[in-house]
């Protein structure tokens, strides 16, 4: 299984960034995606998941409105829409795989076997 993370970069507050997640070795729409995303020197932390079938989508309180979780299973691939970008969104962001069919989003790291190796995100004030 390989997760690849892309379109992260150097962005001003208020600004837009969209990041993908390609998924390959897997059957993609047996899976839920998440995204989490980790600053320096805290834990890493859920930002928005999406059940296989994407009827149904969950965020964290602090990107709520904000950002937004989508996916294409035609192309194996789970975005993540970002605007309003604050600098406190500056993160690696991570996409992360789960097989499950349940139409609820999990919101813990330690439920997800597959991680991406991470794009960094940089929102400048």
């Known amino acids: 299984v390989q997760l690849q993370a892309s379109g992260g970069g150097l962005v001003q507050a208020g600004g837009s960034l969209r990041l993908s997640c390609a998924a390959s070795?897997?059957?993609?729409?047996?899976?839920?995606m998440g995204w989490f995303r980790q600053a320096p020197g805290k834990e890493r932390e859920f930002v928005a998941g999406?059940?296989?079938?994407?009827?149904?989508?969950g965020y964290a309180d602090s990107v709520k409105g904000r950002f937004t979780i989508s996916r294409d299973n035609a192309k194996n691939t789970v975005y993540l829409q970002m605007n309003s970008l604050k600098p406190e969104d500056t993160a690696v962001y991570y996409c992360?795989?789960?097989?499950?069919?349940?139409?609820?989003?999990?919101?813990?790291?330690?439920?997800?076997?597959?991680w991406g190796q991470g794009t960094l995100v940089t929102v400048s004030s």
């Open positions: 999406i059940t296989r079938s994407g009827g149904t989508t």
């Open positions: 992360a795989a789960r097989h499950d069919s349940v139409r609820l989003v999990y919101r813990s790291a330690g439920n997800y076997g597959y």
């Open positions: 070795g897997l059957t993609f729409s047996m899976y839920m």
